[in-house]
């Protein structure tokens, strides 16, 4: 807990400074809008990392509620197994600062959490409560810049913290040596450290539309029951967004977007792929201020075989451009 509040307060005064640096340097904040790339302005989202070089301050708060994932649980005393419907609810959020070092390079600092609820007394007991807390720092690259497209690459290192409620595994690690998911507590907390790099791409095939794409690979550690392991993971994705205000002057615009992910957003049983799909709806009528909302269909992996938590998750997100 303390090391959390450290980190976010080392972010909070890191992006004040930056902050008054920036609008300190009037020539930037004359350019201050839109990415944009052969006079066609790019919709951004949380969904896709974005390769522009820009200064952005931005932010992202919703949350996700599972449909109706029925969960086989085996029967502490016998080998039957009998059905529950996991009633979930995430809650997460995220704050990042990005600062334009030059026309090439960029820094950026990233503040995330999510928190994982049972609405009711099973989902308590099949899933437990989760809190993870983010903190992630890196810097992005221009790699090549043409007339309607960008490509951009990336490095950073992420440090977490996870707190888990295991209340199933611990009784059946008491009653069952053999168990495969064995805790000896109920509740564990655990710091996952990871650093990761990607290739960004932007691309306009013409003006109302923004096609944004990245494909990252890292190393770390994840989470796997009261336990953390090293390992590879990766994760790609692209969203194509239609802006209606080139052509009908109407200061909206829409979005979809598929990502995959070997990392679960829980940090936990990354065995299986979590599966993301994306729509946004985007306000464009201000230069340099974006306001979106997104809803996103989610499918997590949990340590039960061939069952997936399935998800329905709604986000207000807004970026300011400086």
Known sequence: MKKNILQFSFLIIFTFCLTVISFSQESQSENSDHPKLGGNKFILNNFINPPFITTKLSSNLGFATSLETEVPLLRLGDSSTVKIVADITYVNGNFQFQYALKDWAAIWLDMKGIARLGTNTASIFVSGVTANTSFETGMLFKIKEFK????????????????????????????????????????????????????????????????????????????????????????????????????????????????????????????IATQYYMIQLAYTGKKDFLISLESNYLRIPTIYQGVAIKLSSFNFSWAYFF
């Open 148 to 271: 309607k497209s960008l490509f951009s690459t990336s490095f950073s290192i992420s440090n977490s913290s996870s707190t888990n409620l295991n209340i199933y595994s611990f009784i059946k690690t008491l009653l069952d040596s053999t168990y495969p998911n064995p805790t000896n507590n109920i509740v564990n907390n655990t710091t996952p450290l990871s650093g990761s790099m990607d290739l960004r791409a932007a691309w306009s095939p013409s003006k109302p539309w923004s096609i944004l794409s990245f494909v990252e690979a890292g190393y770390g550690e994840n989470v796997q029951a009261d336990e953390t392991s090293n390992n590879f993971f990766y994760s790609l994705g692209a969203s194509a967004s239609y802006n209606f205000d080139h052509k009908h002057k109407i200061p909206l615009a829409l979005g979809l977007g598929l990502k995959i992910s070997s990392n679960s957003p829980t940090l936990q049983y990354t065995k």
